[in-house]
């Protein structure tokens, strides 16, 4: 079910790069105009992040997520009756406040019914399937608009996360042990306890905390070149590299990459832990892998096709990918009673930046006249990430648990 959430929230949120190209003529909406298009989704996405990872948390993700999804598919079906630009804002400030809470409530689901062992597995096959449906998006989108013009695609899409909604409502549960057919085995497997009363996020402590900032700070600097890949993809290769509006299906090609990188991602996340334990393991495919997506995007601003700068950008993507389920799973590592806050905390700094990605980008467009200019601070940044990925240290919960006194007192000295 995450798998197919996952799948869903791409379609919704590829589908308005996709049919970017024709929503810009339609509505005229010029390229520093269209950054704020993508902006406005992550300013809301980050400003109801944290309160609804925390209310996850709290109340549960059985009511949180079914609120989340039926939310933004509403708001997804109206994208596709705005009659002119500021409308537009408007809807998609609307979309990003209701899907907000989605990846952090996964989180929490994780944490409640994922051993540790093969959590990075889990989030490598969550956000695999997150690409699959940025893959299917192009195949998709471009045949409905074509023959029925780009407002039909948010209509089509916008039903499936509601049929979602209703079938997870009915049949998740929050607990293991509240969920029919959950045996002692399994529950012993997942090392699932009774849930308690959550008090929620200390977060008077939690902001003094350095490794909170750092773990937020590194998603920052991955997700300001992975915001490229969500917003301007389809319009870099129409407007910059010269791809007609038929030859948009090879952008598949570098979510198909990002998939694979996912879920490799994932499963070779949870063997190095388990052969060089989590402090090496998380590091070390972090710090790699950005490192080698700053190369790889450094070889496209010089490619010299676009059918080459599409194969260099899809090498670039997969590699920022391939590190995700390790970021993910570092907030269930240190997250302690708080995974769905920790993530959403991560989860807001990446939205502040792929907000300011959005219009940047747009902004060097229009001032240097070209599509290469705004790759350069996403290099940087690339690199940046690359150094605070060593510096991580998943071994050290954020929010210990006390120690009994009684325990305390019979401990040897």
């Not at 989340?68 to 406040?97: E, H, K, M, Q, Y």
């Not at 192009?138 to 509601?162: C, D, E, K, M, T």
């Not at 990605?357 to 705004?374: K, M, R």
Request: hydrophobic share 55%; aromatic share 14%; glycine share 8%.
């Amino acid at each position: 079910m995450l798998s197919l959430l996952s799948v869903i929230t791409y379609l919704d949120r590829d589908c308005i790069a996709v049919a970017g190209p024709r929503m810009q003529d339609a509505l005229h909406i010029s390229p520093q105009a269209w950054g704020w298009v993508t902006s406005v989704f992550f300013i809301a996405y980050g400003i109801f992040e944290i309160p609804s990872g925390a209310l996850g948390d709290r109340i549960g993700p059985r009511l949180v997520l079914t609120r989340i999804v039926a939310w933004w598919s509403v708001f997804t079906s109206i994208t596709g009756a705005v009659p002119r630009f500021p409308v537009l804002l408007l809807v998609r400030f609307c979309f990003a406040a209701g899907e907000a809470g989605a990846y952090p409530n996964a989180s929490t689901v994780i944490a409640r019914w994922i051993p540790v062992a093969k959590r990075t597995r889990a989030w490598g096959t969550l956000w695999m399937s997150g690409q699959l449906g940025a893959v299917l998006s192009p195949l998709l989108v471009v045949p409905i608009q074509v023959r029925y013009g780009w407002r039909a695609s948010f209509f089509v899409f916008g039903v499936l996360g509601v049929v979602w909604s209703v079938v997870w409502y009915v049949w998740f549960r929050d607990s293991p042990h509240d969920k029919p057919g959950v045996s002692p085995d399994e529950l012993r497997e997942i090392d699932s306890a009774p849930l308690s009363h959550s008090h929620g996020m200390p977060w008077s402590t939690a902001l003094r905390l350095p490794a909170l900032w750092r773990i937020a700070a590194t998603a920052a600097c991955y997700t300001y070149s992975f915001g490229f890949f969500q917003a301007w993809l389809q319009t870099y290769l129409v407007r910059g590299r010269g791809f007609t509006e038929a030859a948009l299906v090879f952008s598949s090609l570098t979510y198909a990459v990002g998939a694979t990188a996912n879920a490799l991602g994932g499963v070779a996340g949870d063997q190095m832990v388990a052969r060089y334990g989590l402090r090496i393991a998380r590091r070390t495919i972090g710090a790699v892998s950005l490192a080698l997506a700053a190369a790889f995007l450094t070889a496209a601003i010089f490619a010299p096709s676009g059918k080459l700068a599409l194969i260099f950008l899809s090498l670039a993507y997969g590699a920022i990918l391939f590190q995700q389920p390790s970021l993910c799973a570092i907030c269930l590592d240190v997250g302690g009673k708080h995974p769905g806050a920790v993530f959403a905390f991560m989860n807001t700094a990446s939205s502040v930046t792929a907000a300011l990605s959005a219009v940047i980008f747009g902004t060097l467009v229009g001032h240097f006249g070209n599509y290469n200019a705004p790759f350069v601070p996403m290099v940087a940044f690339l690199c940046v990430g690359a150094l605070l990925w060593l510096q991580a240290d998943p071994t050290r919960e954020l929010f210990p648990e006390p120690i009994p006194a009684q325990l305390a007192a019979a401990a040897p000295a």
